[in-house]
């Protein structure tokens, strides 16, 4: 090649170059980039914080700006173990092929790969494995139409259960953001997740009650209390506060701003807990009814059972009912209102 060939050449990309538009300039250089390092993240976040659950999400610098769920998280959002190839080995079980179209499992077998971080010669740039977070979707679609032709084992029931509940809150909050497009509202992200944290438990009331009756059997034995012939007694009102509520509140260091909330408004002070718990998740209640379940059963009278809850909790109330106590609740007084935790 010529001199002459060359600089005629190198005129010519100059020229074409120029004749592009800024945003055509930036794809390029986009593509360049990508070619040479992978696809970048822009942006890094986390479930943890606003659902409870350790799953890190990611926004892609490419055209569609995807958003991305890692290869792990994809596991833990659906109840699978925390092991990296939990995900992809559950979608390629038997129970799960039929379900598992050709487009789905040819996603699953080609994770999208990118770099997060700034890079460097003393942090270099990680490589990270993930998905589209839309693939989750068709994930639970899948669950869920295995789960409906009963071929879906039985130890995979908590995953069923995740996958309805995925479903489910994502359907709503996508209705939502599709009104909130058209009628030219921008939410605030402190808006969007807190959406979608109340879509989660709207969805999860529908699979797990809140309070399992072998906890009312339990405290019906231990305080020696008759059973009614419709609803509970009304002791169990300060069962609830005082051995549910108030340590899962206090765990949180609300409980001082909730009682003079619920002082100066007045009220129901268990509904007042309840919608306060709401804000905290129907996870931390699952486990706290848990830990008090197994208290009870365990106990073999109210002695032992509150001492249990007071080394494990500390500063709870004792109750003394009584054998085969009125079905009328004590008139109120300070003695009779749950008391305050502990400081």
Not at 48 to 77: F, N, P, R, W
Not at 183 to 199: Q, R, S, V, W
Not at 249 to 256: C, E, P, Q, V, Y
Request: charged letters at 25%; hydrophobic letters at 40%; glycine letters at 10%.
């Amino acid at each position: 090649m010529t001199d002459d060939m060359f600089s005629s050449r190198a005129k010519g990309g100059i020229a074409r170059r120029e004749a592009l538009s800024p945003e055509e300039r930036a794809a390029i250089a986009r593509k360049g980039a990508a070619a040479r390092w992978g696809v970048k993240a822009t942006h890094k976040g986390n479930f943890q914080q606003e659902l409870g659950i350790d799953v890190e999400c990611y926004v892609l610098d490419d055209d569609g700006k995807t958003a991305v769920i890692s290869q792990t998280g994809m596991g833990k959002v659906i109840g699978l173990s925390a092991r990296g190839n939990a995900f992809p080995r559950f979608l390629a079980t038997k129970a799960m092929s039929d379900a598992v179209g050709a487009e789905l499992r040819e996603k699953i077998e080609n994770p999208l790969k990118f770099q997060w971080g700034t890079g460097g010669a003393e942090q270099p740039p990680a490589t990270i494995h993930g998905f589209d977070a839309t693939l989750l979707i068709d994930v639970c679609k899948a669950i869920i139409e295995t789960e409906a032709k009963g071929t879906l084992p039985s130890r995979y029931g908590r995953v069923a259960m995740q996958a309805h509940i995925i479903v489910g809150a994502s359907a709503k909050q996508g209705i939502r953001d599709l009104v909130y497009s058209l009628a030219g509202y921008n939410p605030t992200t402190e808006e969007i997740i807190a959406a979608f944290k109340l879509y989660v438990l709207e969805e999860a009331k529908k699979y797990e009650p809140e309070f399992p009756n072998e906890l009312y059997v339990q405290w019906h034995r231990l305080y020696n209390l008759a059973v009614p012939e419709r609803g509970k007694p009304w002791h169990f009102k300060y069962l609830t506060v005082n051995h549910v509520y108030f340590p899962l509140a206090k765990s949180n260091g609300k409980i001082l701003d909730l009682l003079r909330a619920t002082k100066a408004q007045g009220g129901d002070r268990q509904k007042k807990l309840f919608q306060f718990l709401n804000a905290i998740g129907a996870r931390a209640l699952r486990i706290q009814l848990g830990r008090i379940l197994e208290m009870a059963e365990s106990s073999a009278n109210q002695q032992a059972y509150e001492r249990k809850i007071v080394e494990r909790f500390g500063g709870q109330q004792e109750f003394d009912f009584g054998i085969n106590a009125s079905s009328e609740p004590p008139p109120p007084s300070e003695q009779s209102q749950p008391g305050a935790p502990a400081s």
